[in-house]
């Protein structure tokens, strides 16, 4: 099985929340804190939200997320389910058009089956 239902909103609510879900399920924290935490992020850098392209560069640089490039050009596009056989083994948020998702050990943790939509970068996450 490639994907397993996973909510980690304190009160599991369905909302447009995959990068806190995202990071709270990699770095195994609090939903709130991180949620906290990108807010506070956000701010100090004077950015324009934390799911704009340019934080998310910024915050996996900040923590210890390593990019693992994978579609070159010409290349057929990976969908997350052949990520996930890729991969089996560590932590990574895939980046998919307009959604992030968290994987670990070849299992993509979201609130909906993703595995389908295309991955256009990996990011392996390394912690402290």
């Not at 599991?12 to 195994?28: H, L, M, P, W, Y």
């Amino acid at each position: 099985m490639v994907y397993e239902f996973k909510n980690p909103h304190p009160d599991n609510k369905s909302v447009g929340d995959c990068v806190v879900r995202a990071f709270t399920i990699t770095q195994e924290k609090d939903y709130l804190e991180v949620r906290r935490e990108l807010n506070r992020l956000n701010r100090e850098w004077n950015l324009d939200g934390y799911k704009k392209r340019k934080f998310l560069k910024k915050y996996y640089k900040e923590k210890g997320y390593e990019r693992i490039s994978i579609n070159e050009q010409g290349m057929p596009k990976l969908r997350g389910y052949e990520v996930a056989e890729l991969y089996p083994k560590g932590t990574y948020i895939l980046n998919m058009r307009k959604h992030l998702v968290a994987m670990i050990d070849g299992i993509i943790y979201d609130t909906w089956n993703s595995s389908n939509k295309v991955v256009y970068n990996i990011y392996k996450y390394k912690g402290w």
